[in-house]
């Protein structure tokens, strides 16, 4: 019998590190570097998602057969160094705070290798979006796909379109850096007093309370779309070639005045930036996948890169009917690099064959790739705490459980394999009612400490899906935004004159608590086959309220990376107002709980996102 | 002022700040009056193959960047970071990311 081709894959120095494992083709395990060392974003070198997968997948870091990093670190000094010469004298700052990372580790990835797995392998590299683009085609449903990427930045590329077949993919087209979709929408999100790499989804909440006022402004002055989709920026209004922020003073004054500063109130403003930006990213996304069925015909379309967890595009995109079937990668920004550099090893250079998939069925497992939390481990912890617990089965669990939610119980729910990716899928999850009309505002302060204004998604029985929302398709990774049905809206309008909690309160559906203010929801449907534990407890809270939909929002506090062990769950569980944990098979109440004493104030260990 | 600090310094002042003017930002691509700017990559450029398997060393890196920088103002500047590669220590990663811009770096 042959050696299985093993094949490690790393994502890290820029943000979300990662590792994943894929043996003859298939996904072992794959995690994010923040869930073990609980740095947000973490960008070190993967040292304990590393050895989680290898732990995951039983291998010594002897057995692998390589091990691939997801980036071209030849290609990507170039884009710096060119960039650094653009800038002259200018650019100095920037070379002194970026050097060291780029000598001392984006050179030496083999070496950091070697140190840390104490094993010499071959080291291989990707390109950027190669791995984006593998980690879209391989893991999904499709034997031919289009294939469109969209991020910020790779190495030059900061957006390709390409196309898979069977257990190969190319990539077709490129547009390249300073030019990039995901910089101009992060610009808007540093402009509107969000965070780089972490604020994009609140814009993309923000902007359903705005109008796109701006639209014209940002087409005639930003952006140059064509009608393939093809776009070019206008560099005069960016300030980042000169690593001098993302916009300046040019962009300033397009937009009536400075930078919202983080954390000040949001105003109109903000809001009408937040939904004309939103439009014209929607407009050359649907561009560019035009231009990409004209160019391969093909029946389904894949999509990874940062702008891929556009789920409001995205839902668009599916809504309009250009392609039959559009799946995107769960961890489509840079953590997922490290799964599909891994792919891409494995099929382009060992020509290993796609693992088999139901029909229908993508080859992702859910994304429930990472560590989980044995009951052994959880009555261990519990037991030397003395915390208080009721050990269920899982029948039990999922009506117990559901007859608390029904009680506007709020559920911080542990069971499984942990998600990779930046969404909770109902392993590391905050669970709820949705029918409650303070539950939003409610969860957002008391329980997540974030923005009163960012929505909550529904998670629903997929075979019910059509029953309350405006799709009948699957949408496993919360990453498809669709409105609710219309005889459930409440019908309402509100002024642009009047305070955004006031506006958030409002019910504006039978399940306000996931219907935004457009009566939109980002849509989590949910089946038996990878998390039977999580469709029987929907099943059961269906059975006793008739309503097939919970709020399903990620276990963490604002600033925080979801809870990965069980002492991260009982921490975040007593430091919020969470009334209910579960983990794995023990059900914890917070009124049985002992006192809990705080040794840090989670405000000063994690910063605010 | 550290030495390392200054090595950097000296090394951008001398090698990188002149090349101003002499080089192209990004590598060729369409113009505004030729409909698109999509770049179409050449056929042998479109699949992956070969994974820079022989990339083990700054020094394997500072030879592939001078391939690729060959008959331009950059030439010969591989070769010059592998070495200042050489004198850089591994940092202290706070694991930290910018808030005010992508990390491109």
Redesign the interface.
Known sequence: MSEPVTILGLSALYHDSAAALVRDGQIVAAAQEERFSRVKHDRRFPVNAINYCLEAGMVEPDELTAVVFYDDPVLTTDRIVRTLAHSGDKGLAQWLKSAPGLLGAKMRVPQLVAAELGANLPVLFTEHHQSHAASAFFPSPFDDAAILTIDGVGEWATTTLGHGSGNQLQIEQDIHFPHSLGLLYSAFTVFTGFKVNSGEYKLMGLAPYGQPIYAGVIRDNLIDIRPDGSFRLNLDYFGYLDGEGMTNERFAALFGGPPRQAESRITQREMDMAASIQQVTEEAVMAMARHLKTRTGAANLCMAGGVALNCVANGKLLASGLFDNIWVQPAAGDAGGALGAALLVAHHRHDAPRAAAAPGRDRQQGSYLGPELSNEEIAAYLDFNDYPAHRVTDDERASRVAAAMAEGKVIGWCVGRMEYGPRALGARSILGDPRSAQMQSAMNLKIKFRESFRPFAPAVLRDKVADWFEMDADSPYMLMVAPVRPELRIEQSFSTAEDLRAIVNRPRSTIPAVTHVDYSARVQTVDGVDKPDYSDLIAAFDALTGCPVIVNTSFNVRGEPIVCTVQDAYRCFMRTDMDVLVLENFVLFKDEQPAFADSQNWRDEFELD | MSS??DK??DF??AE??P?????????A?PG?DE???????PEQA????D???A????ED?GA??DA??AGTA?AG?GAK??E??GC????E?T???????????
């Open positions: 390392t600090e950097l310094r951008y002042n990188i700040a090349l101003q003017g002499k080089v192209a930002l990004a590598p691509g505004a409909g698109s700017y999509y770049v179409t990559r479109r699949m992956q193959t994974f820079r398997a990339l083990q060393t700054p890196i592939a960047l690729l920088w950059l500047l970071l592998a200042l590669s850089i220590e591994t940092p990663d694991g930290t990311v910018s808030q005010l811009i992508y990390e491109m770096f």
